[in-house]
């Protein structure tokens, strides 16, 4: 399985941007980037998913790079509720197992 | 709420009793996945089923461990004989059919498994 390699963690000051990176220089051409965020206490909650172009939703942008080698998940405006483990994983198209690695432990600061 | 549901939320047994944990997937889901996260680490897959159907069970293990999906009612995690290190969070997701579009899974917020 293709690996990827995130920091163990970050921080952010409360209404600035937020740039999560992600390396995956093993990634092949049928493997989607998944990224998942896991809040205290809670399951994991699905951020974005996206294959080779750009993506954003209502809760963040994923941005992936020309070779396909990394990404960076974008929060605009981190706020308090955005404190946690962000996974990145790699799915190839029809995969339905999901390998969650030791993810980014994101700090807000009020 | 339409999420997915999993109960109870925390759970206690005895070393050697059996634990049955429950999960109802999401409205218009049936796929069904259930995943175990040991303290500190990563959630690691376990088995991944359809309504009647066991696809891919090959993260689970051998022994006191099964999982069904029946027609009707939610998906059962069943532990048999539990030992100190059952003691985890489990978590169940949903998604739709998987096909070529890679859809995302929807998780519950699991149930913690306390062995005493």
């Known amino acids: 399985d293709a690996k990827t390699t995130q920091p163990n963690s970050m921080e952010s000051n409360e209404e600035e941007p937020v740039h999560l990176p992600c390396n995956h220089s093993?990634?092949?051409?049928?493997?989607?980037i998944h990224w998942y965020r896991q809040l205290p206490s809670q399951g994991p909650e699905y951020v974005i998913h996206?294959?080779?172009s750009n993506v954003n939703n209502r809760m963040a942008s994923l941005a992936i790079a020309e070779d396909r080698k990394s990404s960076t998940l974008i929060l605009h405006r981190a706020t308090l509720r955005d404190a946690a483990v962000y996974y990145c994983?790699?799915?190839?198209?029809?995969?339905?197992?999901?390998?969650f690695g030791k993810g980014t432990k994101l700090s807000v600061i009020p | 709420n339409a999420g997915v549901m999993q109960n109870p939320r925390h759970l206690v047994r005895r070393r050697g009793q059996e634990a049955r944990l429950r999960c109802s997937p999401m409205?218009?889901?049936?796929?069904v996945y259930w995943y175990r996260q040991l303290p500190e680490e990563g959630l690691k897959f376990m088995v991944y089923?359809?309504?009647?159907?066991?696809?891919?069970e090959s993260g689970m293990p051998k022994e006191r461990f099964s999982a069904e999906f029946p027609k009707e009612g939610p998906s059962i995690l069943r532990i048999q004989q539990v030992v100190r290190g059952d003691s985890a969070a489990y978590f169940c997701?949903?998604?739709?059919?998987?096909?070529?579009?890679?859809?995302?899974?929807?998780f519950g917020d699991g149930t913690r498994l306390s062995i005493l």
């Open positions: 409205k218009g889901h049936s796929h």
């Open positions: 093993t990634i092949s051409g049928t493997d989607y």
């Open positions: 996206g294959l080779t």
């Open positions: 997701a949903s998604s739709p059919p998987m096909g070529t579009q890679n859809q995302p899974q929807h």
């Open positions: 994983i790699l799915s190839w198209a029809g995969s339905y197992q999901l390998t």
């Open positions: 089923l359809q309504k009647e159907n066991i696809i891919d």
